[in-house]
């Protein structure tokens, strides 16, 4: 068995005449917490879309562990199943509680049964710190209560891997610490983390390796004291020089 | 043998039979052949006319007649008058009368000459109440004139039968409100009496009523089959494969983009002159179903578009196949969104049935448009009104409701910061909501385009 979780080699994608992706080799093992940086347009999101094929890759080839996602003959329902992703807009069932929204793939496509679903989704909305709104609708909870559930949801599949993208730049301020707080306790438990963000302090605590990506390739990979303190690409420095 | 006493016999034998022919003879004939009497009024209770007709034989003249009705008529208001019919001619003949109890006794001056066609008519008789067939006795006073010298003659006829139902209950309802001095001060009100005339109101029910079910059957039946027609365009519609959705895109623009009027009659006529012939009530939901598939499927298209693609990109993530994704997260987000204008969609096509009636199907227009003709008065399209209203304003207050709702599920918004929908004739309106467009389009910016009737 492979001992990356993800293994991404040569990826490219293309919209149209534009290149998005321009050759992105990436390995994740397990348990790593791997946050990408990168200015806006770099690609970032991108690349953890193509992992799930949310995003058809052009050329280039993605393995989960040692399934080849990116074999056209690959189940991709049965691959995505094992990689969970929180969205940036939370996307959680609206017509569905809380609960429902944790359970509803849980018995429709693990095929457990209702007793099963139930008290795996209490579990880990408890987890996430929403023991209390198991039963509301999504619309009677705040962004970052939305977002948590939409974790809790992910992790209810049992995951190999968790994929964020960009999920704490929707929220208001006041409420990114409580997601933040979430996937430093799912780091801490050693859940493989693929992190897309902008909150640099969640890089530097958290991370176990920075990724910083621009214009469609990676310019420089390290701790998160490497690339924040020593940056050797200019490219990085720049951006770095402009956040802070 | 003794031939005298013989012969003498036979001779006054042959003399009283000779005699005895002489005066059948001389005698009037049967006098009336062929009398029959009909009543105008199918119900009985109500004053109504009865008409009398027979032919006189051509060797007596009938002077006087006496009608005996049936135990418990009333005759105290009856009027008369009498004609003899000559071809074409009529010719007014004087009579004069009196009833007493349930007989009518008239006189004829001069009399009715033989071989003419009587005509009496015998105005405002009151029938019992009780349906049935009746007996109408007549004596009659005839004068034949065939030996010179008249010879009257007294003879009665019990052959003429008449019958009638009982009032219906609405009849007896429209009766007991002819009586009301209040009912005849409200009729005589113009505005009132030609639109909400109360005895038109309880007999107009029953008989527009089975229209109403008729429309409503075929609104049962054609519905569902454009639930199902219009998810097979919608999905037509968005379909990768091109002439699929060139079928569905044909089919709905020139469903949508032609008259239903059009559509009805191409369907009731044109198909029959083409030698089709299929029964009506099935060509009636044939054409609704036809009608609304299109409009649902336009619905149904822009319900599931409106879904924001990241909840199929979250159920794909989480595993969730194109079906399942389809049936537990996008269907159910659709189903709500588009609830209120299926509703809609509902409401006008059940108002578009009226449209049958210009095929002669006998739905509530037609029904009320039978008896605006008998009557000359306009109340019974009040009453239909009244009936598509049953089924409508409800409906339109629930559209109300789940539009709120929509929009509770929706933006988070509880139900006390909105101004309260009200239902009813005067539901939802107000000063500043007097413009229901503005209200909708506000309140369901995220659900799919409406249409405002066709």
Same mark, same amino acid.
């Given at each position: ?24 080799? &990436? ?22 879309? @193509? ?27 049965? +691959? ?47 987890? +996430?710190? &929403? ?44 409420? +990114? ?28 605590? +958290? ?11 990676? @310019? ?25 | ?125 009151? #029938? ?38 009982? #009032? ?12 009301? #001095? ?23 029910? #029953? ?47 020139? /469903? ?12 009731? /006529? ?18 609704? =179903? ?33 079906? $399942? ?31 049958? =009636? ?27 009104? =009244? ?53 909708? $389009?506000?309140?369901?910016? =995220? ?8």
């Amino acid at each position: 068995m492979s001992q990356y979780i993800v293994r991404i080699e040569g990826l490219h994608k293309s919209f149209g005449k534009l290149e998005v992706l321009k050759g992105v080799d &990436l390995k994740v093992t397990k348990g790593e917490v791997v946050v990408v940086l990168g200015p806006s347009g770099s690609g970032k999101s991108t690349m953890l879309r @193509c992992i799930n094929k949310l995003e058809q890759p052009t050329d280039g080839k993605i393995f989960l562990e040692d399934i080849e996602i990116t074999d056209p003959k690959t189940n991709i329902n049965e +691959v995505r199943e094992q990689i969970g992703m929180v969205f940036q807009s939370f996307n959680l069932f609206p017509h569905l509680t809380a609960k429902g929204n944790v359970m509803l793939a849980q018995r429709k496509v693990l095929k457990r049964d209702k007793a099963e679903a139930t008290k795996i989704a209490e579990e880990q909305l408890r987890r +996430v710190g &929403l023991g209390d709104k198991m039963d509301n609708f999504p619309a009677q909870l705040s962004g970052g209560q939305q977002q948590r559930v939409a974790i809790a949801r992910a992790l209810a599949m049992d995951p190999h891997v968790m994929l964020f993208d960009e999920v704490t730049s929707a929220l208001d301020p006041e409420l +990114v610490r409580g997601v933040l707080d979430v996937m430093k306790g799912l780091a801490a438990a050693g859940m493989t983390m693929l992190v897309v963000t902008h909150e640099m302090g969640f890089a530097r605590d +958290v991370a176990s390796r920075v990724v910083f990506m621009d214009e469609g390739v990676i @310019c420089e990979e390290g701790t998160a004291e490497e690339v924040f303190d020593h940056p050797k690409s200019d490219r990085t420095k720049d951006f770095l020089g402009h956040i802070t | 043998m003794d031939r005298g006493p013989r012969t003498a016999r036979r001779l006054l034998l042959g003399l009283v039979l000779a005699a005895a022919m002489l005066f059948a003879v001389a005698a009037p004939a049967l006098a009336l052949t062929n009398p029959q009497v009909t009543v105008d009024q199918e119900a009985g209770g109500a004053p109504t006319r009865f008409t009398f007709v027979s032919l006189t034989d051509g060797d007596a003249s009938i002077t006087g007649m006496d009608f005996v009705f049936p135990k418990g008529f009333d005759l105290s208001k009856v009027t008369f008058d009498t004609v003899t019919l000559e071809g074409l001619i009529r010719n007014k003949v004087k009579v004069t009368g009196a009833a007493t109890g349930e007989t009518l006794s008239v006189k004829f001056d001069p009399s009715i000459a033989p071989s003419s066609t009587l005509r009496v008519q015998i105005y405002a008789v009151v #029938p019992t109440n009780e349906g049935g067939t009746y007996p109408l006795k007549l004596s009659y006073s005839a004068e034949s004139t065939a030996t010179g010298t008249p010879v009257a003659t007294q003879r009665t006829d019990d052959t003429m039968k008449f019958s009638y139902r009982s #009032p219906t209950i609405p009849e007896r309802m429209s009766r007991y409100l002819d009586a009301i #001095p209040f009912v005849t001060q409200w009729n005589s009100v113009k505005a009132l009496g030609m639109f909400f005339k109360p005895q038109l109101i309880v007999t107009s029910v #029953p008989m527009v009523i089975t229209g109403w079910f008729l429309a409503l059957a075929w609104i049962a039946f054609a519905f569902p089959i454009a639930i199902v027609g219009g998810l097979c365009f919608a999905f037509m519609k968005m379909s990768k494969v091109a002439p699929l959705r060139w079928i569905a895109a044909a089919y709905i623009n020139v /469903i949508r983009g032609t008259p239903l009027f059009l559509q009805i009659f191409v369907a009731f /006529i044109g198909l029959r002159i083409a030698g089709f012939r299929v029964d009506d009530n099935i060509t009636a939901v044939a054409v609704l =179903a036809m009608n609304s598939s299109a409009y649902l499927a336009e619905i149904f298209r822009a319900g599931i578009q409106s879904i924001n693609k990241g909840q199929f990109e979250a159920a794909s993530s989480l595993g969730m196949n194109y079906a $399942q994704s389809m049936q537990f997260v996008i269907i159910p987000q659709t189903v709500k969104r588009v609830l209120p204008t299926m509703t809609s969609e509902f409401i006008l096509l059940f108002k578009d049935t009226a449209l049958f =009636a210009a095929v002669g199907r006998p739905e509530l227009m037609y029904a009320a448009q039978n008896i605006v003709a008998n009557t000359g008065n306009m109340t019974p399209f009040v009453v239909i009104a =009244a009936f598509y209203l049953i089924i409508t304003i409800p409906l339109i207050n629930f559209v109300g409701r789940l539009e709120s709702k929509l929009a509770v599920s929706e933006h988070g918004e509880s139900p006390t910061d909105r101004p309260k929908r009200r239902g009813g004739l005067f539901g939802g309106w107000s000063p500043a909501s007097a413009s229901p467009e503005l209200v909708v $389009q506000a309140s369901s910016a =995220a659900a799919p385009p409406r249409r405002s009737g066709r």
